[in-house]
């Protein structure tokens, strides 16, 4: 089982501006995933959520093409190929910021320019006073006037059964729900959940096909939501029935459900705090979904070529939120 490989400038600055932040915000363990096309970064897709969202939190998945990450890529082993492993998210973005600290050291008169690229690789080394040897995930680099190796500690690499359950995992997490609707500003989203989060634990969201977005928590005492329309609709979509508009929000919503126009479904409010903190990877455009039969709330985040309006799929990252009530279908 071998893994070695240089990171590019982009890829490296990717994973420590944007997405170790957040990942770090969504859990403190993540699972790092190479196969021989793609470097993954996922949370929560193994143990209790293996076969998809049942409250035990978010899963989140980030997905680069190797080529964005890397130069020089070169993953074997006995899986097909492909190794995975677990990793505290903290540890490794420390280790990530120390060796770039170092690369970014500038040359002092007369020495040649340019570093050398960043190296990561999979070690076993023995750690003092043990008798077993220990994967490390490490990092290497030279600076102008200094060199630095930083070992990451991380778990066994998974079993061949392991990274199958976890293949299937992916699989699965692939299907867009039907419906996708786009919310134009992200912070003033999350601005308002922070404000629901302080009425209760539980949180409605309903999406309908006309491109609205709905929020609210319930209690004993009070209900209060807000909802976002008029949104841009990717996937099935209809056109508002024109009586709707002088009724209430939760009644459109209700006849919207009935209709076969809209899902909603119950979400806990921590999970979808956690979810607003993949914002710290910058994404380009956000959509919220609901998978068919209300089974998840999905949210996917898009990513555009550097000065275009063109998707970058060499980019993929979405979380689901598993759903505490199957709402209504």
Do not use: W
Not at 16 to 25: G, H, I, S, T
Not at 118 to 128: C, D, E, H, R, S
Not at 260 to 289: I, R, W
Not at 305 to 314: E, F, M, V
Request: charged residues 20%; proline residues 6%.
């Amino acid at each position: 089982m071998k893994f070695k490989a240089f990171f590019t400038d982009d890829g490296i600055s990717l994973l420590d501006k944007r997405f170790l932040p957040a990942m770090d915000k969504v859990g403190r363990v993540c699972h790092v995933f190479f196969t021989p096309t793609h470097a993954m970064l996922l949370h929560n897709l193994l143990g209790a959520t293996a076969a998809g969202p049942d409250g035990g939190g978010p899963q989140c998945v980030a997905q680069f093409a190797k080529d964005l990450l890397f130069r020089e890529y070169n993953v074997s082993s006995r899986n097909g190929n492909q190794i995975a492993f677990s990793v505290e998210v903290a540890l490794l973005h420390r280790a990530l910021r120390s060796v770039l600290a170092v690369h970014a050291q500038p040359p002092a008169a007369g020495d040649a320019t340019g570093a050398p690229a960043i190296q990561v690789k999979l070690v076993n080394k023995l750690p003092a006073g043990s008798r077993t040897a220990t994967p490390f995930l490490t990092f290497e680099t030279k600076g102008a006037r200094a060199a630095v190796v930083q070992d990451v500690p991380i778990s066994r690499p998974l079993s061949r059964s392991d990274i199958e359950r976890l293949q299937a995992a992916l699989d699965a997490a692939k299907d867009l729900p039907q419906t996708l609707v786009q919310v134009p500003d992200l912070p003033q989203l999350q601005s308002l959940v922070d404000r629901l989060k302080n009425v209760g634990d539980l949180l409605t969201v309903a999406v309908t096909q006309y491109g609205d977005l709905h929020l609210q928590v319930s209690t004993s005492l009070v209900t209060v939501g807000s909802e976002f329309r008029k949104l841009r609709v990717i996937g099935d979509r209809a056109n508002a029935p024109v009586g709707d508009q002088n009724l209430t929000s939760s009644t459109r919503m209700d006849m919207a459900v009935e209709r076969g126009e809209a899902l909603s479904v119950q979400v806990n409010m921590k999970h979808l705090v956690k979810s607003l903190h993949c914002h710290l990877a910058k994404p380009d455009c956000t959509f919220y979904g609901i998978a068919p039969g209300g089974a998840c709330l999905t949210v996917v985040f898009q990513y555009f070529i550097p000065g275009t309006r063109l998707a970058d799929k060499s980019i993929s990252f979405y979380c689901r939120l598993p759903v505490l009530d199957p709402g209504s279908n």
